[in-house]
């Protein structure tokens, strides 16, 4: 099946929806299987690509939250290990478990945090991905070669989940399809359809890649825009309060040798008492995040110069070896939908629900905000009970606590074919089918041919970028081979596609532009952008 050809012409139809979701991040794709699943008639219309915006910038972790518990937050922190379970069984093939390290430099520390964390295994239950223990010194040295050992005490090992966000959301708008639903990438919504009474009743979008307008009717429309949820609260009522305050995370990627582990570092405390992880990635090696309020919104959010300064500084006083800044191979940045607080000035993230939020309007419109990733079933799942609620819709229980993830295997692959799953073995297959099929398209990394086509033909992809940066990962992994890998890919999908060469020289300024800022050469400096 060809999941990217077969929706677009349904713009057209002129029969009435149950359900249309804007927004194909986490949030919107979860909502859009959970109303599919249930056998409603449902449509999803994503203004980019699936997961362009926060959903492919995370720092790849499927958590309960370690420091929420010691905010106190039992309840945030124990839905979130139910779902964090449910997810590695349904999403096998993407979502792993992983051993974090906590170093200690004195026994109050360890003390501490191991209480801590036997009180997040007991609450994990029969989810928990492992048990957490003390490690003497000389097992943190054997774990972690690579970490600053003076006055090392010892650390608290404990287990957690990582997994490939974007991957995960181009296979959720798969089992989304495959259960009756519509996915559209490249669809954006311009103004919100209302009846007499005020209700909203559908949307008017234009279709990007058609350059066409349509009006689409349903009987409940849901706002899950992440970080954009304002701009569709304000098409509903001009002027309205903001619901979402802006959290800007950066995250740098270096080679795996500078901690020679294949266990993640988990750092509880930092200068700005945030937390600081380096989680290995894609056989490289994820350190951040940054926490920084801003006011303004973007696709492309760009990290600043201080926020990577300030990463480098935390992580140099626990690596060994020294991070320079030639060393990053990716830097990105990512906007966290943070949850406003209603009637408070406050600008400190850190007093921002990290929780979701779900408003309905009078005027009908659902929006469901903040969370995060680890909770996006259970988020979809309240997002579509509440549509129910408080529209005609025939009541239907939810059916995705076991519904398993498009692609999802228990099989342990190997290969870096294996974040495909079952779809590996058509990968291969194609690689017969197509010429050069099987040929690398970088000499460092093990990417091939077929794996573009598979995206263009299979995975929705329509552009260099959506390839490189979401389906590949590569402008995450190393910016500067996924600039070297692009006139390749763009020749092949231009094949695929039948496009001509004045789109192949497009595609590659276009995604050469914005893999540009994915280098430390081109830091912005923080007066470029408003902070709050």
Request: proline share 3%; net charge neutral; charged share 25%.
């Given at each position: ?14 029969f009435e929806w149950d359900l249309i ?275 303004e919104h973007s696709l492309e959010p ?130 017969y089918e197509i010429p050069n099929g ?95």
């Amino acid at each position: 099946m060809q999941y990217s050809k077969q929706d677009r012409s349904v713009l057209e139809e002129k029969f009435e929806w149950d359900l249309i979701v804007i927004g194909g991040g986490a949030t919107g794709l979860g909502t859009a299987l959970d109303s599919a699943a249930r056998g409603f008639k449902t449509l999803l219309v994503e203004q980019s690509d699936f997961a362009k915006g926060t959903s492919s910038r995370s720092t790849k972790l499927i958590h309960g939250g370690v420091r929420y518990l010691a905010q106190g937050d039992i309840s945030l922190v124990y839905q979130a290990l139910k779902e964090r379970g449910r997810l590695q069984i349904n999403a096998a093939h993407l979502v792993s478990k992983e051993e974090f390290i906590i170093p200690c430099y004195d026994w109050f520390s360890v003390i501490k945090y191991l209480t801590g964390l036997k009180i997040y295994d007991w609450l994990a239950g029969k989810y928990s991905f492992g048990k957490s223990r003390f490690l003497s010194r000389a097992e943190v040295q054997e774990k972690i070669p690579g970490l600053v050992d003076k006055s090392l005490t010892g650390a608290i090992s404990y287990f957690d989940g990582k997994f490939d966000d974007s991957r995960l959301a181009v296979n959720i708008a798969q089992t989304c399809i495959e259960n009756g639903g519509n996915v559209l990438n490249y669809v954006q919504v311009i103004k919100l359809l209302k009846n007499v009474e005020g209700k909203v009743n559908g949307v008017e979008v234009i279709d990007l890649l058609t350059n066409t307008s349509h009006l689409v009717y349903a009987k409940v429309v849901i706002n899950a825009t992440g970080v954009f949820v304002d701009d569709i609260l304000k098409m509903n009522t001009p002027g309205a309060e903001k619901m979402v305050r802006p959290s800007q995370g950066v995250h740098l990627v270096i080679d795996s040798n500078f901690l020679g582990s294949n266990s993640a570092l988990m750092i509880p405390k930092t200068s700005d008492n945030r937390v600081l992880f380096a989680v290995p990635w894609h056989s490289k090696l994820l350190v951040g995040t940054t926490d920084t309020p801003i006011q303004e919104h973007s696709l492309e959010p760009r990290a600043l110069e201080e926020e990577v300064n300030f990463i480098l500084d935390t992580a140099s006083k626990y690596f060994k070896r020294k991070i320079d800044k030639k060393d990053v191979l990716s830097v990105f940045a990512g906007l966290r939908p943070l949850a406003a607080p209603s009637k408070n000035d406050s600008n400190a993230t850190k007093e921002i629900s990290r929780d979701h939020k779900l408003l309905v309007e009078k005027s009908g419109l659902i929006t469901i905000t903040g969370g995060k990733w680890t909770t996006y079933r259970k988020m979809s799942e309240e997002t579509v009970d509440t549509a129910i609620q408080t529209s005609k819709l025939e009541d239907r229980k939810c059916v995705t606590k076991d519904l398993k993830i498009h692609a999802s295997t228990s099989l342990q692959l190997s290969g870096h074919l294996a974040i495909y799953g079952t779809d590996m073995d058509e990968i291969i297959k194609l690689t017969y089918e197509i010429p050069n099929g099987a040929d690398q398209i970088h000499p460092f990394y093990p990417n091939i041919n077929a794996e573009v086509i598979w995206a263009v033909r299979n995975e929705m992809a329509y552009t260099v970028e959506d390839v490189l940066a979401r389906r590949m990962r590569m402008l995450f992994i190393d910016a500067k081979a996924a600039i070297e890998m692009c006139p390749m890919v763009a020749q092949l999908m231009a094949q695929e596609m039948q496009k001509s060469p004045i789109w192949i020289e497009q595609q590659i300024l276009e995604f050469t532009q914005i893999a540009s800022e994915y280098l430390l050469e081109s830091f912005h400096k923080k007066e470029e952008v408003i902070i709050i």
